[in-house]
């Protein structure tokens, strides 16, 4: 029992380290201010995450640059990946089984995640290609590899595997078709540029960064409630193609609300700096359009 005990420790104070050079000190505080869990079970789906998107691999891989491009640089990139790594955290707390063991939920994901590499970038919206193209630029003009530079630009796109996966199982579609449904839809209701626009705002009240977190979380939210109501009518097969003609269906099905919503996001991105007012009317105005 005491052995037992000890060896429990020994690996909650490993993961904790784990956790802090990740992160850094704050992310557990960040996880639990964003949840409202405990620090067990948001381990639990930080381990997943961890492991689901081989994040230990790619942060070596950035280690490795030691020396080689500006120190900056590389804190750049491991800053990206903490944000994508809480993201998925809170993912997985949120959507994972807590009595499902943990091998057994990282496969799955793991396995999207393997099927869709090297597509993300053909599957983005334009606005979020831009970004990504940009970032890609601005990392191998410091000196790092292409293909480093490619898998840290692509994280923001990468991370919405757990959503493809899941509404791969539950509508039991192919993953390709519920990936091109899913980005579609983000084409479709605006949420790609409203994304975009939030993460770009500069916010020094801590309270506000937090309510635009959770806006950016309805925001998927809503993408992936598109997405699965387009694919209930999406035959049993398809590819990416295939998912994004479904969504463009159902758009045309719901033209004079999705007209609103594309006309009310365009008003706000010409209106000058985005406030959190502001994304806060855009969420409430595409969750209208989705209780229709």
């Known amino acids: 029992m005491q052995a037992h005990r000890l060896k429990r420790e020994i690996v909650a104070t490993v993961l904790s380290n784990d956790i802090v050079n990740r992160g850094g000190p704050v992310l557990m505080h960040r996880l639990k201010e964003a949840s409202a869990a405990e620090a067990p079970a948001l381990a639990r789906a930080y381990t997943i995450a961890l492991h689901a998107f081989s994040i230990d691999k790619l942060a070596d891989r950035i280690n490795a640059l030691d020396n080689k491009v500006p120190a900056a640089i590389q804190v750049k990139m ?75 630009a692509v994280l923001p796109a990468v991370g919405a595997t757990p959503d493809i996966v899941r509404l791969s199982v539950e509508t039991g579609k192919p993953v390709d078709l519920v990936a091109g449904a899913y980005f579609a839809a983000a084409r479709t209701i605006g949420v790609d540029r409203l994304r975009l626009s939030a993460e770009r705002m500069n916010l020094p009240e801590h309270w506000d960064r937090l309510a635009v977190r959770r806006l950016i979380d309805d925001l998927f939210v809503h993408q992936r409630e598109l997405a699965a109501r387009a694919l209930r009518k999406a035959d049993a097969g ?34 000058g700096t985005f406030t959190v007012a502001r ?12 209780a229709n």
């Not at 998912?243 to 999705?258: F, M, P």
């Not at 994304?279 to 989705?290: C, G």
């Open 238 to 271: 398809g590819d990416r193609a295939a998912g994004n003609e479904v969504v463009v269906a159902w758009a045309e099905a719901h033209r004079e609300q999705v007209d609103r919503v594309s006309t009310l996001v365009t008003d706000l991105e010409r209106s």
């Open 279 to 290: 994304l806060t009317l855009a969420a409430s105005q595409i969750r209208d359009l989705l």
């Open 78 to 152: 491991h800053a990206k990946l903490a944000m994508h790594l809480m993201r998925q955290t809170l993912w997985f707390h949120r959507h994972a089984p807590a009595s499902e063991a943990i091998g057994d939920v990282i496969a799955p994901y793991a396995a999207g995640l393997a099927k869709l590499r090297g597509t993300f970038s053909t599957l983005v919206t334009e606005a979020e290609g831009k970004s990504i193209e940009a970032m890609i630029g601005e990392l191998c003009a410091a000196g790092v590899p292409d293909d480093l530079a490619d898998d840290i």
